[in-house]
């Protein structure tokens, strides 16, 4: 059965966040501790304060926000009782309220509602069922895979993203991109999910080069703004993939940013979901011609649909470098014997990652194994599938 749901009400603007509120009274607002003391949070207070709203801050969020912190929020958020949370931040904040929320619900909480406002321009948070809490003393994080997890309504300000670093709106445009990539071939595709990771890519291909160059210009930074959120459209309805169970125990385990990650990772697995590995038969399938379509949305499609794929994999490769990310695991810094020390734990849990389970192509220990070694060196032959000069 095919499904595509939609429960999130998008508002652009500023103004949007009082239509947002209705008539709630009790405001529980997530944040970051960086945006509360620089006093960015006050883009909400400042609101909150005019209409007369009763507030608490929770500004405990750090970077993959993990169990202890889910918990601390969840005491404050049975003590404030409010009537509505706002999440107001990037994808920990944005996540953390998730937890939080659905959490405090299962203690007696109720089911309050709930606002995301994004500050970056990357996890589609703002309109996914998804959410990642970590477990800092494992190692390991968590997907919540919900529709509970669902925010009521997502205020979209593009003016919010313009201060993000260049590495910042770097790594999390090439996660932007990695979500449709991944919904676009994802177990639970249809029409409907194809028709916003599109749009998605095509938002990503013209204005992610133009942000990264010049982030003042509000007007490229509102199509990257809208293109996290379609592509959150997308996966949250379609799922995602290995990839994503790749990205996020590599992430956990060496501290790499999670779109940077995303980004090293893309090349190689959209090979091996195309071609298959040099341990099977190699083959054109479903997946191939789908990711030839989105090379032929680009302007690079070949003489082939191999050859197309070829191309857009070249291209990423491509966009990654000139973005200035690293392009492999060592170029980011990890030595070969941490990451051989954790090769195989990872591999196994990104296997047990529920991203993983909507990959198009199922895969082994192994194949996932020699697929991070690939990936930690840079480099390998087009004959297995893995040549991208």
Same mark, same amino acid.
Request: proline share 4%.
């Given at each position: 059965?095919?499904?595509?749901?939609?429960?999130?009400?998008?508002?652009?603007?500023?103004?949007?966040?009082?239509?947002?509120?209705?008539?709630?009274?009790?405001?529980?607002?997530?944040?970051?501790?960086?945006?509360?003391?620089?006093?960015?949070?006050?883009?909400?207070?400042?609101?909150?304060?005019?209409?007369?709203?009763?507030?608490?801050?929770?500004? @405990?969020?750090?970077?993959?926000?993990?169990?202890?912190?889910?918990?601390?929020?969840?005491?404050?958020?049975?003590? &404030?009782?409010?009537?509505?949370?706002? *999440?107001?931040?990037?994808?920990?904040?944005?996540?953390?309220?998730?937890?939080?929320?659905?959490?405090?619900?299962?203690?007696?909480?109720?089911?309050?509602?709930?606002?995301?406002?994004?500050?970056? %321009?990357?996890?589609?948070?703002?309109? %996914?069922?998804?959410?990642?809490?970590?477990?800092?003393?494992?190692?390991?994080?968590?997907?919540?895979?919900?529709?509970?997890?669902?925010?009521?309504?997502?205020?979209?300000?593009?003016?919010?993203?313009?201060?993000?670093?260049?590495?910042?709106?770097?790594?999390?445009?090439?996660?932007?991109?990695?979500?449709?990539?991944?919904?676009?071939?994802?177990?639970?595709?249809?029409?409907?999910?194809?028709?916003?990771?599109?749009?998605?890519?095509?938002?990503?291909?013209?204005?992610?080069?133009?942000?990264?160059?010049?982030?003042?210009?509000?007007?490229?930074?509102? #199509?990257?703004?809208?293109?996290?959120?379609?592509?959150?459209?997308?996966?949250?309805?379609?799922?995602?993939?290995?990839?994503?169970?790749?990205?996020?125990?590599?992430?956990?385990? &060496?501290?790499?940013?999670?779109?940077?990650?995303?980004?090293?990772?893309?090349?190689?697995?959209?090979?091996?979901? *195309?071609?298959?590995?040099?341990?099977?038969?190699? #083959?054109?399938?479903?997946?191939?011609?789908?990711?030839?379509?989105?090379?032929?949305?680009?302007?690079?499609?070949?003489?082939?649909?191999?050859? %197309?794929?070829?191309?857009?994999?070249?291209?990423?490769?491509?966009?990654?470098? #000139?973005?200035?990310?690293?392009?492999?695991?060592?170029?980011?810094?990890?030595?070969?014997?941490?990451? @051989?020390?954790?090769?195989?734990?990872?591999?196994?849990? *990104?296997?047990?990652?529920?991203?993983?389970?909507?990959?198009? @192509?199922?895969?082994?220990?192994?194949?996932?194994?020699?697929?991070?070694?690939?990936?930690?060196?840079?480099?390998? %032959? #087009?004959?297995?599938?893995?040549?991208?000069?």
């Amino acid at each position: 059965m095919q499904a595509f749901y939609l429960g999130t009400r998008i508002f652009s603007g500023k103004e949007g966040l009082k239509e947002a509120m209705g008539d709630s009274q009790r405001i529980f607002l997530v944040t970051d501790s960086f945006l509360e003391q620089s006093k960015k949070s006050a883009y909400i207070t400042e609101i909150l304060e005019k209409e007369g709203k009763a507030w608490q801050v929770f500004s @405990e969020v750090k970077p993959d926000p993990d169990t202890e912190t889910i918990s601390r929020g969840v005491c404050r958020l049975l003590e &404030f009782r409010p009537d509505c949370i706002v *999440a107001f931040g990037g994808g920990s904040a944005l996540d953390a309220a998730k937890g939080i929320r659905y959490f405090a619900a299962g203690q007696g909480g109720g089911r309050c509602r709930f606002i995301a406002v994004p500050t970056t %321009s990357g996890t589609g948070s703002e309109v %996914s069922c998804f959410a990642i809490i970590s477990n800092r003393e494992k190692a390991v994080k968590y997907p919540l895979v919900t529709q509970e997890l669902l925010p009521d309504a997502a205020v979209l300000d593009a003016g919010l993203v313009c201060s993000a670093p260049p590495g910042v709106t770097a790594a999390t445009g090439m996660d932007v991109m990695t979500h449709a990539l991944e919904a676009y071939v994802a177990a639970g595709a249809n029409d409907f999910t194809d028709a916003a990771a599109e749009k998605a890519l095509l938002l990503v291909k013209e204005y992610l080069p133009e942000v990264y160059r010049s982030p003042l210009d509000l007007y490229a930074r509102e #199509r990257m703004h809208n293109a996290s959120c379609l592509a959150g459209m997308a996966f949250s309805n379609a799922g995602l993939g290995l990839n994503h169970g790749m990205a996020h125990t590599l992430g956990q385990h &060496f501290h790499i940013p999670h779109g940077t990650a995303n980004a090293m990772l893309l090349p190689w697995v959209l090979a091996f979901n *195309a071609f298959g590995s040099k341990a099977r038969e190699k #083959r054109i399938n479903q997946t191939t011609e789908k990711y030839a379509r989105i090379a032929a949305l680009y302007g690079m499609d070949g003489f082939s649909k191999e050859e %197309s794929v070829w191309r857009l994999i070249r291209y990423i490769k491509q966009l990654v470098r #000139r973005l200035g990310l690293p392009e492999s695991i060592q170029g980011a810094g990890i030595e070969r014997k941490c990451f @051989e020390a954790a090769l195989k734990e990872m591999a196994a849990a *990104a296997l047990q990652d529920p991203s993983t389970g909507t990959n198009p @192509e199922r895969c082994t220990q192994e194949e996932v194994i020699e697929l991070f070694r690939k990936v930690y060196d840079g480099r390998g %032959s #087009r004959k297995e599938g893995y040549r991208y000069e």
